[in-house]
């Protein structure tokens, strides 16, 4: 396939996923699949950043609200969204800010710091702290600004059951379905935190706060609001997050972890980035630690939103054994704790 018939599948199959939630962005996928000047600006995009969602949000990233667009963006708008097409007025923008759109889509990636994953991570850190007898040291991959690393300055609802700080900002809400996960008896002890991106995300700089709120989908509002005040939150001590290449830099970095702590290397939404080669390259190379590392798995690949999954693998000398936890909405709004699948969902 050509660059352009890649981009093309890649926005079509984004419309058929993403109608239900986002029909804005499902009308516009499926137009810009026989718009040859928007296929080559979208394609402009690095490898293994998908197209579509580079696209939607450069788009965002730039608009204001003195162009007709903007009002079919909540957060820029009033009123209610026209019930004109608002494709030509989309491809307006696009071609119009041609430089800037493009500009965006080569040198930014998809960065999504969505704090409610955190509803699936959570329950994790509890599970895996049956397995500990030390305090962890937390690494999480394509860690972006660091938000996830942050986990207990957040307040949690599954239902009857509550964790976090009364009065924190950000409120996370789950609806269960399945078993009552588990939740951490007392604070989770966390010896050390560090996140690893090739690209970090400040929260102090206003051009990389503003990148994470464009990726949010317009009319997306409660997501928008829970990311800014994470951000706020997280600015008056940011986790340390090391710009790094995680293949080349996570040896030296689970070494450096003292032996009185047990690392957890977790990655969110991160490994759809990847090739299969490098999953299997990171595999091997926990794997192949001199010591136990336990690897939190929240992960879904194409664009299979029925199947993110959470899974533990604990990493030991002379065995490796992995579990399925369960599954949970890609934007937390749900959580199904003790789902186990027919088959392996990697296959």
Not at 132 to 149: C, H, K, N, Q, T
Not at 228 to 233: G, H, T
Not at 261 to 271: K, M, N, R, T, Y
Not at 310 to 333: C, M, N, Q, T, W
Request: glycine share 6%; hydrophobic share 45%.
């Amino acid at each position: 396939m050509t660059r352009r018939e890649e981009t093309a599948a890649l926005f079509r199959t984004f419309a058929e996923a993403v109608g239900d939630e986002i029909p804005l962005y499902s009308r516009i996928a499926e137009a810009v699949v026989d718009d040859a000047e928007l296929l080559e600006l979208a394609g402009r995009a690095q490898p293994g950043q998908p197209p579509p969602n580079m696209l939607f949000a450069a788009v965002q990233y730039l608009l204001g609200g003195d162009h007709p667009l903007a009002a079919w963006y909540p957060a820029l708008s009033v009123s209610a969204a026209p019930s004109s097409d608002p494709y030509p007025v989309f491809r307006d923008f696009c071609l119009t800010h041609r430089h800037e759109v493009g500009e965006l889509v080569a040198t930014r990636r998809t960065q999504t710091n969505e704090v409610a994953r955190c509803l699936a991570l959570l329950p994790a850190l509890a599970d895996v702290l049956g397995l500990a007898d030390r305090p962890l040291s937390l690494v999480e991959i394509g860690a972006s600004a660091g938000l996830l690393l942050a986990f207990d300055r957040y307040r949690y609802s599954f239902d009857a059951d509550s964790w976090g700080p009364l009065d924190s900002p950000v409120q996370l809400r789950a609806e269960l379905r399945g078993r009552q996960p588990p939740l951490p008896s007392s604070p989770v002890p966390v010896g050390g935190r560090l996140g690893i991106d090739l690209n970090p995300v400040d929260v102090g700089d206003a051009s990389d706060v503003r990148w994470l709120d464009a990726l949010v989908w317009p009319g997306h509002e409660e997501r928008r609001s829970r990311l800014r005040s994470a951000v706020d939150l997280v600015a008056t001590d940011p986790p340390p997050v090391m710009m790094g290449d995680a293949l080349e830099v996570l040896p030296e970095v689970i070494d450096a972890v003292s032996p009185g702590e047990l690392p957890v290397v977790f990655h969110s939404f991160a490994l759809i980035q990847w090739t299969s080669g490098q999953r299997a390259q990171l595999d091997g190379l926990l794997a192949a630690a001199d010591r136990r590392v336990v690897r939190i798995w929240l992960e879904w690949f194409g664009y299979r939103r029925s199947l993110p999954i959470i899974k533990v693998v604990d990493y030991r000398p002379a065995s490796v054994e992995e579990r399925i936890l369960g599954r949970f909405h890609h934007h937390g709004r749900w959580l199904d704790w003790g789902w186990v699948p027919a088959s392996d969902p990697q296959s």
